[in-house]
């Protein structure tokens, strides 16, 4: 068995022919670049891009296949100079009605082993949707349509940042993923907690027990890759050993989520739109306490406090533990070049983030910076929780 880090949401931001995917992610987040920076870099060994079921991507993982630098493997998935395996995902917006009989739309993480899979399943797409060539766009089908299509392409369907407010099942569809899925819930190994909540959140909900809990980035730039990943032992890097940890099948397993302290998440608590600030206060609220205004974006702790059936956080034997990390570019006084020259010396972020000692740092970039990542490290920084589509910061 090895241990490996996996990172399972990274968007593409351009097709190598310049053509848009995401048009809020970074030019140089495509399908080439992020397999380097995933090497190079962040020692990440399994990553999941999320938008590869657009004929542009499609058309650019066939041109990197022909170079000869990566190849599919017969268990699934991409792998390039032998360090990383890439696992062929989509995202896809689902169409629900909420709880009160109201539309809510929900992510989905769809991934799949092979290229031909990924193909077919883009083909079928595109009478659901309109622009096929476009990352997370909407389907006319709802999650419990959706999980069928996947599985006749041999793909596996993973909820997205499942409590964030807008785009997601808890966050505007439903107190309940079964009430989404019924009979189906079962095929559903893992739910993605988002960067606002943590197990110890998210195992305030009974029905979340049997499912395994997946930490990614949803990176949008290559330097926010692996700002949350997993750690994982796996018999090898493969579509089929990620699917089997995804079950804990065999020893393979999550041994690790690594994830950001939830209060930084932009999601994190309550605001009010109208005040344009977070609304005070540890209690959940559905109206500002000031302005009374219904305009606000609920925050996933508070959404949380709402639908929980628990009292408090029980979690089952199976559970990884969660470490907290602050990732150099929210660390105050680090700006792009230091960045970049603690990479050259050191590796990867990992490296820098969870082993290196304060001497190791001071080393090179000085007692002032090395002091605030060992700090960081050691939770003792003061965090301003984030909330509104703001990140929080770190003091
Ligand atoms: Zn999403
Ligand atoms: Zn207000």
């Given at each position: 068995m090895y241990e490996i880090y996996a990172d399972l949401h990274v968007h593409i931001g351009?097709?190598?022919?310049?053509?848009?995917?995401?048009?809020?992610?970074?030019?140089?987040?495509n399908f080439a670049n992020i397999a380097k920076e995933c090497v190079?870099?962040?020692?990440?060994?399994l990553v999941g891009?999320?938008?590869?079921?657009s004929p542009y991507v499609i058309e650019d993982i066939e041109n990197f296949l022909a170079t000869g630098e990566a190849y599919e493997i017969p268990d699934g998935g991409i792998i390039y100079k032998d360090k990383v395996c890439i696992i062929l995902g989509s995202e896809i917006e689902t169409s629900e009605i909420n709880d009160e009989g109201k539309t809510g739309s929900a992510h989905n993480l769809c991934y799949f082993p092979t290229l031909n899979d990924i193909k077919a399943f883009s083909n079928e797409m595109r009478g659901h949707i309109?622009?096929?060539?476009?990352?997370?766009q909407r389907a006319d089908i709802s999650a419990y349509e959706l999980i069928d299509i996947v599985t006749k392409y041999n793909g596996i369907l993973v909820p997205a940042?499942?409590?964030?407010?807008?785009?997601?099942f808890y966050g505007?569809?439903?107190?309940?993923l079964r009430k989404i899925f019924?009979?189906?819930?079962?095929?559903?190994p893992a739910i993605e907690l988002g960067l606002s909540s943590d197990t110890f959140l998210a195992?305030?909900?009974?029905?979340?027990?049997t499912k395994t809990f997946l930490t990614n980035s949803?990176?949008?730039?290559?330097?926010?890759?692996?700002?949350e990943y997993n750690k994982m032992q796996l018999g090898g890097i493969s579509f089929k050993e990620f699917i089997m940890a995804l079950k804990n099948e065999?020893?393979?397993?999550?041994?690790a989520n690594y994830g950001?302290?939830?209060?930084?998440?932009?999601?994190?608590r309550t605001y009010c739109e109208v005040c344009d600030k977070r609304i005070p206060g540890d209690a959940p609220v559905?109206?500002?306490?000031?302005?009374?205004?219904?305009?606000i974006t609920m925050g996933v702790y508070d959404r949380i406090e709402i639908i929980k059936d628990k009292k408090e956080t029980q979690s089952p034997e199976i559970r990884p533990e969660y470490v907290y990390q602050i990732p150099l570019t929210f660390i105050?006084?680090?700006g792009g070049k230091t960045i970049d020259k603690l990479l050259d010396h050191f590796g990867t972020e990992m490296t820098i983030l969870h082993k290196l000692s304060n001497d190791d740092i001071e080393g090179v970039v000085g007692s002032k910076i090395a002091k605030n990542i060992i700090s960081a490290r050691d939770g003792k920084m003061h965090i301003v929780e984030g909330g509104g589509g703001v990140y929080g910061k770190v003091e």
């Amino acid at each position: 068995m090895y241990e490996i880090y996996a990172d399972l949401h990274v968007h593409i931001g351009r097709s190598e022919s310049n053509k848009p995917i995401k048009i809020t992610a970074a030019r140089s987040l495509n399908f080439a670049n992020i397999a380097k920076e995933c090497v190079e870099r962040k020692g990440i060994n399994l990553v999941g891009i999320i938008d590869c079921a657009s004929p542009y991507v499609i058309e650019d993982i066939e041109n990197f296949l022909a170079t000869g630098e990566a190849y599919e493997i017969p268990d699934g998935g991409i792998i390039y100079k032998d360090k990383v395996c890439i696992i062929l995902g989509s995202e896809i917006e689902t169409s629900e009605i909420n709880d009160e009989g109201k539309t809510g739309s929900a992510h989905n993480l769809c991934y799949f082993p092979t290229l031909n899979d990924i193909k077919a399943f883009s083909n079928e797409m595109r009478g659901h949707i309109k622009n096929i060539t476009l990352s997370s766009q909407r389907a006319d089908i709802s999650a419990y349509e959706l999980i069928d299509i996947v599985t006749k392409y041999n793909g596996i369907l993973v909820p997205a940042h499942c409590f964030t407010p807008h785009k997601s099942f808890y966050g505007n569809c439903t107190d309940s993923l079964r009430k989404i899925f019924k009979e189906k819930y079962d095929l559903i190994p893992a739910i993605e907690l988002g960067l606002s909540s943590d197990t110890f959140l998210a195992d305030q909900i009974s029905e979340l027990e049997t499912k395994t809990f997946l930490t990614n980035s949803d990176a949008h730039s290559l330097p926010k890759i692996a700002r949350e990943y997993n750690k994982m032992q796996l018999g090898g890097i493969s579509f089929k050993e990620f699917i089997m940890a995804l079950k804990n099948e065999e020893g393979r397993k999550i041994i690790a989520n690594y994830g950001l302290d939830p209060k930084l998440g932009k999601y994190h608590r309550t605001y009010c739109e109208v005040c344009d600030k977070r609304i005070p206060g540890d209690a959940p609220v559905t109206r500002c306490l000031e302005c009374e205004s219904k305009n606000i974006t609920m925050g996933v702790y508070d959404r949380i406090e709402i639908i929980k059936d628990k009292k408090e956080t029980q979690s089952p034997e199976i559970r990884p533990e969660y470490v907290y990390q602050i990732p150099l570019t929210f660390i105050p006084g680090l700006g792009g070049k230091t960045i970049d020259k603690l990479l050259d010396h050191f590796g990867t972020e990992m490296t820098i983030l969870h082993k290196l000692s304060n001497d190791d740092i001071e080393g090179v970039v000085g007692s002032k910076i090395a002091k605030n990542i060992i700090s960081a490290r050691d939770g003792k920084m003061h965090i301003v929780e984030g909330g509104g589509g703001v990140y929080g910061k770190v003091e």
